[in-house]
């Protein structure tokens, strides 16, 4: 059992909210060149691991060594918390606007808390409810839901995306307690990687040239870039660093915490929709974002006097 230390926790999830809402609009950028989101998960997934696989490599090859029991976990983890929560994401997003199919997901922060409650005795005080209450209804004004035109099917995978996420907090804050966030890495997107190039065998797809040239849409749109560069990019600042930055917050904060500061990513997601590809933000949304960072610190203070 390592010492957790919640200000590192909070610092990593935090950065890893912020790089994740800029891949919010980077992945609906490089879906529009006609790569589908099969193709696209195997990639991240892939990238991911060999990375964290050669990092390893050069550190600490140790941390190699997996036990029997843990396989179980990393099966489940690598497969639902991962290979099937950024395939529903990334469907998700490129079905609805960023902000709603966001809020749809980070409906996880209930799930959570209520799962630890039952399942782990976590205790529980009535105002970290409170402060998930105005996380919600923050991320519904962001999102401006009640004005929204929702695709049924985008509304499907994202509560598909609620669920995955649920089980990535859960699970990852188990698999910290004994094991090296690099590792864990390796591990569960070697799983991920594996299901969907298996996934992508049985049903194959036509690959697009990475050598040619992509815009980068809406107001950056006079920019091109080589698909392989977006790619890259996505892998490394989309994909290992966020991800990497996750399970180091998972190790030092319990999974409702992760969550709930987490939902920043719906901010920094809209925003950067907004700043990047031209979709709209009122001050009543502003005003939304505000109402989330307030719902955070109220949930994150309700918890300092028990187990983070």
């Known amino acids: 059992m390592r010492v957790r230390r919640p200000a590192v926790g909070a610092a990593a999830v935090s950065c890893a909210a912020l790089l994740f809402g800029l891949n919010a609009s980077t992945v609906k950028v490089i879906i529009g060149t006609g790569i589908s989101s099969e193709q696209l998960v195997l990639f991240r997934t892939t990238f991911t691991a060999i990375v964290a696989g050669l990092v390893l490599l050069l550190t600490n090859r140790?941390?190699?060594r997996l036990e029997k029991r843990e396989v179980p976990v990393m099966l489940l983890y690598g497969i639902t918390g991962i290979a099937l929560m950024q395939w529903s994401y990334a469907n998700a997003v490129t079905l609805l606007p960023i902000s709603v199919a966001l809020l749809i997901e980070y409906t996880a922060i209930v799930i959570v808390p209520i799962v630890s409650y039952f399942l782990f005795k976590e205790k529980l005080r009535g105002r970290l409810w409170f402060g998930i209450a105005l996380v919600l209804s923050g991320l519904a004004i962001v999102s401006n839901i009640w004005d929204s035109d929702l695709d049924p099917v985008g509304v499907a995978w994202a509560c598909m995306a609620a669920i995955c996420v649920s089980i990535y907090f859960l699970v990852g804050e188990h698999t910290q307690k004994s094991r090296d966030p690099m590792s864990t890495l390796f591990y569960t997107f070697l799983v991920a990687s594996i299901f969907w190039l298996i996934m992508n065998l049985l049903n194959?797809?036509?690959?697009i040239s990475l050598e040619e040239s992509m815009s980068l849409a809406g107001n950056l749109a006079a920019i091109d870039w080589p698909i392989w560069l977006a790619l890259i990019w996505l892998g490394v600042m989309g994909s290992f660093v966020p991800?990497?930055?996750?399970y180091i917050a998972l190790g030092?904060?319990?999974?409702?915490?992760?969550?709930?500061?987490?939902t920043a990513e719906t901010?920094?997601?809209s925003a950067f929709a907004w700043i990047w590809l031209n979709e709209s933000m009122t001050t009543i949304e502003v005003i939304g974002g505000l109402i989330v960072v307030c719902g955070i610190i109220i949930a994150e203070t309700s918890r300092s006097s028990h187990k983070v």
């Open 252 to 262: 030092n904060l319990s999974a409702t915490a992760v969550g709930v500061i987490a």
């Open 267 to 269: 901010i920094f997601a």
């Open 62 to 64: 140790k941390a190699f």
């Open 243 to 246: 991800m990497l930055l996750d």
């Open 204 to 207: 194959p797809q036509e690959l």
